[in-house]
């Protein structure tokens, strides 16, 4: 991917911002994975911009802890660990509850049918058991629901931690029978929103990250099993 000068962006977002999130997104995809070099002047040759603003991204991905610098290696990926990952959900666990209990009670008309659009395409790709499309549209619908909280922070903080755990989120609805799971538990949280019953949106949402961790420690189980 390769970025237009500075001067000729329409946007006034910084150069380096764009390029964090590209970077961020690829290593939090799993493209770049943990342990892999990344190079400043190959990422700039291959951006085409200058050195400084990959200098730049890299060193805010630094702070972020996804990579490191490493003497005589240069920056090399971290990613999230496996205990960064359960920290994630039960953070989620504790705040995406609350998340959708305002949501019932603060969600609009025009949010309300974004989510049922998101339900019912999520039905047809269940179906087909098409993956990628089951990942785009599961952020779609944590990301209304955040949105229609009506608390910005809540929702920059959760929309982040979603990014965080995309790789995973990819693997679960690589599952047939998770995928599936995981329709009827959003078909359900919508209803519950929709009916405009604070309680139990709150409740299967709770359920709906519980049973999230729960296909996750179950695959990472697996994993360490095989290796």
């Keep these: 991917m390769r970025y237009d000068k500075p001067d000729e962006v329409g946007s006034s977002r910084p150069l380096h911002g764009k390029i964090f999130e590209k970077l961020e997104s690829s290593i939090l995809s799993g493209k770049y994975k943990y342990g892999d070099t990344l190079n400043e002047i190959k990422l700039a ?13 890299l060193r805010q991905l630094e702070l972020e802890g996804l990579v490191a610098y490493i003497p005589n290696k240069g920056v090399v990926v ?7 990952i359960k920290d994630i959900y039960e953070i989620r666990l504790v705040i995406e509850g609350m998340t959708a209990r305002r ?9 309300l049918a974004e989510l049922k659009e998101y339900i019912e395409l999520e039905e047809f790709y269940t179906a087909r058991d098409d993956a990628k499309q089951l990942s785009r549209l599961d952020t779609c619908f944590h990301e209304t629901i955040y949105k ?38 959003h ?41």
Excluded: W
């Design 103 to 111: 949501a019932a009670e603060n969600i609009t008309d025009e949010e």
């Design 45 to 57: 040759e291959e951006m085409g911009v200058s050195r400084t603003p990959v200098r730049e991204a």
């Design 148 to 185: 229609a909280c009506g608390s910005r922070l809540l929702a920059k903080t959760l929309k982040a931690f979603h990014n965080y755990v995309k790789s995973v989120r990819d693997i679960s609805l690589s599952s047939p029978e998770r995928a599936r799971e995981t329709y009827l538990e």
């Design 187 to 227: 078909k359900a949280i919508y209803e519950a929103i929709r009916d405009r019953d604070r309680e139990l949106a709150e409740i299967l949402m709770e359920q709906h990250i519980r049973n999230a961790t729960a296909f996750m420690e179950k695959q990472s189980l697996a994993a360490d099993k095989v290796e």
């Design 78 to 84: 971290r990613g999230l660990s496996k205990e960064d």
